[in-house]
């Protein structure tokens, strides 16, 4: 493993099913984040952690978990999906202070 | 509330020069990231600018002025790789980053 590692890559979900995304990072930094990213729309925040042990909420959380059991995993969960839930969804990662945020390569989730 | 503004798509010709604005309305600012997204793939870094002025790296520079609420991102001799969505990003006063919807670069032979 090289960064941040996402799983699964692309998933079709039915509406009312349970799912996790997973996101694991070998860079041991403190902070790490999960975004959806909708066309026409920015990154928006759902969860975050600044650093293993701590969670906090984001600008879109409705709908969606998060933990922090170590520094490495930060795993989401959806509850129970809705169809506006579809969407790409990033892990990224961040050095504490002044450093760019490194992301993984994305899971696409189509709810229907 | 937060905002950040850039223009949704620009065109630019290979080898040309182009320059992609970015302006910002956000509760404090702790910095200004630039990231670049090829289709289907991973936002990755750029640049970052904290104090005001050009930062220079290679083909691609950002400047920044505060008092204006104001970066862009200049890219010179372009390449058709170039072509992406270059996305700006600010850091409010809780450090969190505040993003674009981004900026669809087209570049022609």
């Known amino acids: 493993i090289a960064g941040i590692t996402q799983a699964p890559t692309s998933q079709i979900l039915a509406a009312g099913r349970r799912m996790t995304l997973r996101c694991t990072q070998d860079m041991r930094h403190n902070a790490m984040y999960w975004y959806r990213q909708d066309l026409g729309l920015g990154l928006r925040l759902i969860h975050y952690s600044n650093t293993a042990g701590t969670t906090g909420k984001g600008e879109v959380p409705d709908g969606y978990s998060v933990s922090r059991a170590n520094t490495d995993d930060f795993p989401l969960t959806l509850a129970s999906a809705v169809p506006s839930q579809t969407s790409v969804y990033f892990c990224?990662?961040?050095?504490?202070?002044?450093?760019?945020?490194?992301f993984g390569s994305g899971t696409r989730l189509t709810v229907v | 509330g937060q905002n950040i503004d850039q223009p949704t798509e620009m065109t630019a010709t290979e080898g040309a020069i182009v320059q992609i604005n970015c302006t910002y309305q956000?509760?404090?600012?702790?910095?200004l990231f630039w990231y670049q997204q090829h289709a289907g793939e991973a936002p990755t870094f750029l640049s970052y600018n904290v104090l005001d002025g050009l930062e220079e790296k290679g083909r691609f520079s950002s400047f920044l002025s505060r008092s204006k609420g104001y970066s862009y991102l200049l890219l010179k001799e372009l390449q058709m790789k170039d072509s992406a969505s270059y996305l700006c990003?600010?850091?409010?006063?809780?450090?969190?980053?505040?993003w674009g919807a981004g900026t669809k670069l087209i570049i022609k032979p």
């Open positions: 956000t509760s404090g600012f702790n910095g």
């Open positions: 990224a990662s961040s050095e504490t202070g002044n450093y760019g945020y490194t």
């Open positions: 990003a600010v850091r409010d006063s809780n450090y969190q980053l505040i």
